[in-house]
C-alpha cells in the first residue's frame, strides 16, 4: 500500500543554517505531495504542495521538488529561524480515497 | 474566516466516563476527518465523512469509539467507556469541495483537544 517515510528527528540547528527533511514515499498512480507543519500546541497546517513530477512547491522560504524518479519529496529552506521550530510532515494522497497518508514527522529545533 | 473549531480544547475525565469531542467545520467545506495523534502511534486518521456520510471508519480503534455528523455544521466524537490509553490529542480537519480534484489533499486542522484519562 502507500507509504511516507521521513528521516527520523529531532534536527537540531542553529539560526541561518541550511535544512533538509528527507521524505520518500510509495505508491500507485501518480498522488499528489504535502509538507504539513505543527507548531508547538497547534493543528497541522498546510505548507507546500505539489500535483505531479518535477513540480516544485513553496512557501515561506521553504521549497520541496516532487522527483518522481527517485520517490522524493524532501523540504529544504537556506536559511532557517528559531520560528521554524516545529514538527514537519510529508503527506502524500491516497489515490483511491480522499485520505492522507501521512509520515512520521520529523522534529526541527532551531537555537539562536 | 473562523476556521475549525473544536471543543473542549482540554478535558480531564476518569476512567469509564463517557468523552463527548466537538467540531465546527470550515463552512462551506464538504469533508470532516477526525485524527488521534500520541507519541507512541503518530497521527492516525479514525473516521471521515463526505457530505455529513461516513465514508470510512476502519481507523477507528474500538466499539468503545463512535463518530457523527448530523448536519454540515457539526460533528461529535463519543468515547464510551474512556481508558487511560485513549489519552491524546484528538484532531478534527475539513477539506473543501473539489478535494477529489485539484484540492485533493488540503486539509485545514482545528487546534485540537487534549484528553486526559485518569
Known amino acids: 500500500g502507500n507509504s511516507v517515510t521521513q528521516m527520523e528527528g529531532p534536527v537540531t540547528l542553529s539560526e541561518e543554517a541550511f535544512l533538509t527533511i528527507n521524505c520518500t514515499y510509495t505508491a500507485t498512480g501518480y498522488p499528489s505531495l504535502f509538507w504539513y507543519v505543527q507548531y508547538p500546541g497547534e493543528g497541522l497546517q498546510l505548507l507546500l504542495k505539489?500535483?505531479?513530477?518535477?513540480d516544485k512547491g513553496s512557501n515561506k522560504g521553504f521549497e520541496a521538488t516532487y522527483r518522481k524518479e527517485t520517490t522524493s519529496f524532501h523540504l529544504e529552506k537556506g536559511s532557517v529561524q528559531v520560528s521554524d521550530s516545529a514538527v514537519y510532515f510529508c503527506?502524500?494522497?491516497?489515490?483511491?480515497?480522499?485520505?492522507?497518508?501521512f509520515g512520521t514527522g520529523t522534529r526541527l529545533q532551531v537555537f539562536p | 474566516d473562523a476556521g475549525v473549531i473544536q471543543s473542549p480544547r482540554h478535558e480531564v475525565t476518569e476512567m469509564g466516563q463517557e468523552v463527548t469531542l466537538r467540531c465546527k467545520p470550515i463552512s462551506g467545506h464538504d469533508y470532516l476527518f477526525w485524527y488521534r495523534q500520541t507519541m507512541m502511534r503518530g497521527l492516525e486518521l479514525l473516521i471521515y465523512?463526505?457530505?455529513?456520510?461516513?465514508?470510512?471508519d476502519s481507523g477507528m480503534p474500538e466499539d468503545r469509539f463512535s463518530a457523527k455528523m448530523p448536519n454540515a455544521s457539526f460533528s461529535t466524537l463519543k468515547i464510551q467507556p474512556s481508558e487511560p490509553r485513549d489519552s491524546a490529542v484528538y484532531f478534527c480537519a475539513s477539506s473543501p469541495p473539489g478535494a477529489g480534484g485539484p484540492l485533493k489533499g488540503e486539509q485545514f486542522f482545528g487546534p485540537g483537544t487534549r484528553l486526559t484519562v485518569l
Open positions: 465523512f463526505n457530505n455529513n456520510v461516513p465514508i470510512d
Open positions: 505539489a500535483t505531479k513530477a518535477d
Open positions: 503527506a502524500l494522497s491516497d489515490g483511491d480515497t480522499d485520505k492522507l497518508i
